[in-house]
């Protein structure tokens, strides 16, 4: 392990609205990830983040609500974390490095 990264999560979230509102959603979610500065990679269901565990934590709080600030009535949202604070987590590269094209 190059460096100790000591919270790495994947986010699906899914706000429940209208056809090519859910997109235009998702994308300020994407915007607001981006803004961060925390190292990330955007996938087709879900974006995975890597960062400090607290850090992490108030990203998945702000997801939510940016979906009910952009007037989704709910929000349904799918998280996997992994959390070592002594030895750290495999970064995003660690993991898929060997199978990019």
């Known amino acids: 392990m190059k460096e100790k990264i000591e919270c790495s999560a994947a986010i699906q979230v899914l706000p429940q609205t209208e056809g090519t509102r859910v997109i235009e959603i998702v994308d300020k979610i994407i915007s607001h990830i981006k803004s961060t500065g925390l190292n990330y990679s ?25 979906c009910i600030r952009q007037g989704a009535n709910e929000v349904m949202s799918y998280i996997k974390i992994a959390y070592a604070p002594e030895s750290g987590v495999w970064s995003i590269d660690e993991k898929i490095e060997k199978h990019q094209k």
């Open 42 to 66: 955007v996938g087709p269901f879900e974006t995975t983040v890597e960062g400090g565990f607290d850090e992490i934590m108030d990203l998945v709080k702000e997801c939510q609500l940016i």
